[in-house]
């Protein structure tokens, strides 16, 4: 790893990171207020004869909910506003870190230092698992000081909430390792994040699909974010399997780019 060229790839990110771990955390320490402050009138209408069926539908959609505190850990987790936060610094960052170079014909110029294609593909891989890992941090750190800050803590145990940080941690490098694979495939920014984007979006898609639809269940096990489930690690059903399946597309995806990356043909831009 080049630690010049980790050090200026985390300079030209940290303005972008700062407010995307700044709406994280804002986002996480919001919802403890509205369970504090809402949490059991809301709880007692969702298990209300006349609204169950609404909440119940909603509560699978999310994986998650306002109506105790590890289902509000779990909605700060799994809701669209987060997921699209982080995968906007992860798997965004990711797309564009060799594409976007190579579109703006200023790879040849960084490869022209001694500096090895694996070289530059781990240390881009390291900065990519370093911004997973800081934004799924942002947005428990914000989840946890809101419910110490409001007083709802009781419930919550540290084990769950680290090992709810590795479960997404483990999810976005998956699709950030996949993103950067796309990104040192093509010599142009678009296809690499259609990619990027194709994979998570449609993985998404899938989960939600097979959650609400008991007969497009078998579609599951082929979603990502199948593997991401902080609500049963907060049920103390956390299942390890989860992360060997992480792990294993992760490393798909760094073994595709370790291969093809180093053979491409870099001819100059057209």
């Not at 509205?34 to 006349?50: H, Q, W």
């Not at 709810?164 to 296809?191: E, H, K, M, T």
């Not at 008991?214 to 690690?233: E, H, K, M, N, V």
């Amino acid at each position: 790893m080049s630690a010049i060229l980790f050090r200026r790839t985390w300079a030209a990110q940290r303005v972008r990171l700062s407010f995307v771990m700044l709406g994280l955390v804002v986002w996480g320490f919001l919802l403890p207020v509205v369970f504090a402050t809402f949490g059991k009138e809301m709880g007692a209408l969702a298990r209300s004869g006349t609204f169950a069926n609404v909440f119940d539908v909603m509560s699978r959609f999310t994986g998650g909910d306002v109506f105790s505190i590890r289902g509000t850990v779990a909605l700060g987790l799994v809701h669209p506003i987060a997921l699209a936060l982080v995968t906007i610094q992860v798997v965004g960052f990711a797309a564009a870190a060799v594409a976007g170079e190579r579109q703006r014909g200023t790879l040849e110029v960084l490869l022209a230092r001694p500096l090895e294609r694996r070289v530059l593909h781990l240390t881009l891989l390291a900065a990519m698992l370093l911004f997973a890992a800081l934004t799924e941090a942002a947005v428990l750190g914000g989840i946890v000081a809101g419910a110490l800050l409001f007083g709802v803590a009781g419930d919550l145990q540290a084990a769950d909430i680290a090992l709810c940080w590795l479960n997404g941690f483990a999810l976005f490098g998956a699709l950030g390792a996949i993103s950067l694979a796309a990104s040192v495939s093509f010599d142009r920014v678009g296809p690499a994040l259609g990619i990027a984007l194709g994979v998570t979006l449609v993985g998404y898609a899938v989960e939600f699909l097979g959650t609400l639809w008991p007969d497009a269940a078998w579609l599951r096990p082929f979603s990502p974010f199948r593997y991401f489930q902080p609500t049963r690690i907060l049920a103390g059903t956390f299942e390890p399997a989860d992360l060997l399946v992480l792990g294993a597309i992760f490393a798909a995806a760094v073994a595709w780019a370790a291969w093809v990356f180093p053979r491409r043909d870099l001819a100059a831009p057209s």
